[in-house]
């Protein structure tokens, strides 16, 4: 099945603690990206990649950090988490670029403490 | 600056009436729009676009309507059943090639 996973998909955190939230796709994309979703904001990119050891950022970078070493992974990085960051992340795909339809994973709740 | 705005937080709809969700943008040079549907607790997913060369889009109960001098997108959905109940996100594309902007959402109920 083609799907966009993430791990994890709710984590509680404290302030300062390094975290990984990874993201995985099965179906061959080049392009990936991280959003975070807050309440009366929509979704905000956070860093995007159009391939292997190619990322830049988004909208909202501040606070994180991505890697793309191979095309099917593209982790976010939080080295120092900070109660702002508590929020609802999504990861998607496609296949070239943003102006096809991108594929989310389900989402990982993050909380801050 | 929202570069995209959703100005409906929210919207209730009697099943089998239309639905119709707005979304308004201030950049000129966006050229490609979406639409994507969340559901509590799993990611968006895509519904329809509609390029700036086109002023619809029609694909079964769901049409998207562009009108370019106004800025202006909207989504018809006819006829509206219970289980479109979900949050609706316009996005656009456009000035910086890889880059998507979304609005705040709009919380769709249609109720039976």
């Known amino acids: 099945e083609a799907q966009v996973t993430q791990n994890p998909r709710y984590l509680i955190t404290v302030t300062g603690k390094k975290l990984t939230v990874t993201c995985s796709q099965n179906m061959n994309h080049e392009y990936m990206s991280w959003y975070r979703q807050d309440p009366g904001l929509g979704l905000r990119q956070i860093y995007y990649?159009?391939?292997?050891?190619?990322?830049d950022k988004g909208d909202v970078p501040e606070g994180y950090k991505v890697s793309r070493k191979e095309k099917r992974n593209f982790p976010l990085i939080l080295e120092s988490p900070s109660p702002n960051q508590t929020s609802l992340y999504f990861c998607?795909?496609?296949?070239?670029?943003?102006?096809?339809?991108?594929?989310f994973g389900p989402g990982t709740r993050l909380l801050v403490l | 600056d929202q570069q995209v705005k959703q100005n409906s937080p929210s919207l209730s709809v009697q099943e089998g009436r239309i639905s119709i969700l707005n979304c308004d943008y201030t950049?000129?040079?966006?050229?490609?729009f979406l639409w994507y549907k969340k559901y509590p607790a799993e990611g968006p997913t895509f519904l329809i676009s509609?390029?700036?060369?086109?002023d619809k889009n029609e694909d079964g109960r769901f049409t998207v309507f562009l009108n370019k001098s106004a800025k202006h997108l909207s989504l018809h959905i006819v006829p509206s059943q219970p289980g479109d109940s979900a949050v609706y996100f316009c996005a656009a594309s456009g000035e910086y090639g890889n880059k998507l902007v979304f609005g705040a959402g709009t919380i769709l109920r249609v109720k039976s």
């Open positions: 509609i390029s700036s060369i086109k």
């Open positions: 990649s159009m391939n292997v050891e190619v990322t």
């Open positions: 998607a795909s496609n296949p070239t670029g943003v102006g096809e339809t991108q594929y």
């Open positions: 950049n000129s040079m966006f050229d490609y």
